[in-house]
């Protein structure tokens, strides 16, 4: 087992590593809109905090050697489902092909005031 972390993605807020390493696969913990050079969550709208949530996750890929196309499937919580399309099409866009799985839940919060939280895993 490999713990991975960063300084290019936010440090953890709790107990946890920003991802395990096992067997060639990465469980990475879900990531939030906090950019880690400010320390603040970049959340001027929704579009912007998707996509530094995608830019953190890339920063965790990255230290683990991997990028985007190796990840298998997605975890994503929304704070309002009614908001789904904005954080699907900038999600989209961090993909090229060989989606991955993926499922999408509201739910009533989520860490450090934000508003999407990604976690995934990937292969390499």
Not at 14 to 39: C, E, W
Request: proline residues 5%.
């Amino acid at each position: 087992m490999k713990i991975i972390n960063t300084k290019k993605a936010p440090e953890p807020i709790g107990p946890y590593n920003q991802a395990v390493q096992h067997n060639g696969t990465l469980y990475m913990s879900g990531q939030v809109a906090i950019n880690p050079a400010t320390g603040k969550m970049d959340n001027a709208n929704l579009q912007a905090e998707a996509h530094r949530v995608m830019k953190n996750m890339g920063a965790v890929l990255e230290a683990a050697g991997m990028d985007y196309s190796n990840i298998v499937k997605c975890s994503i919580f929304l704070l309002d489902m009614s908001r789904f399309s904005e954080v699907n099409a900038v999600y989209g866009s961090y993909f090229t092909s060989n989606f991955p799985a993926r499922e999408t839940v509201q739910v009533s919060a989520l860490p450090a005031g934000a508003t999407v939280e990604i976690s995934a895993i990937a292969v390499g």
